[in-house]
């Protein structure tokens, strides 16, 4: 009964993903921006990446554009299937190449910490980039938190 269930969430997030990319053809095209469209399902979301061509407008300064475009996707899926979706927009390699600077930033935080045994607050992320930075330093054996609203919430690494 249960891999029944699971199949059922697969094909819920293909169509999610298929929604998507749809979506995002049509704002490439309004855009007249050439890239591929590659979409997949990763654990308990779909997907969906642009790939090829020049994107850097599409990820704008430290990927605000993307996060945009991703809210709207969402709301384009939420339209069409009545469900909140978990979908994942990356654009150009942009939140894979974010992904491993964070992991970096936070394992150097975490030796940094460990050594002075001070707390140390970080920049302000969007959420993506917290929890990145938050696997990071559980990684390293230390906890974070984070403090602050939105959009100025931000993590802070604490000493054991």
Known sequence: MQAETTEVDVQALE???????????????????????????????????????DLDDLVGKRGEVLEAMQELTRLAVHRKTGNRTRLMLDIGGYRERRRAELTRLGEDVAVEVKRSGEPKPLAPMTPFERKIVHDAIAGAGLRSESEGEEPSRYVVVLPT
């Open 15 to 53: 169509e999610e993903g298929e929604i998507a990319a749809d979506y995002i053809e049509g704002l490439l095209d309004i855009g007249d921006y050439d890239g591929d469209i590659d979409m997949d399902v990763e654990g308990e979301r779909a997907m969906v990446s642009v790939v090829g061509g």
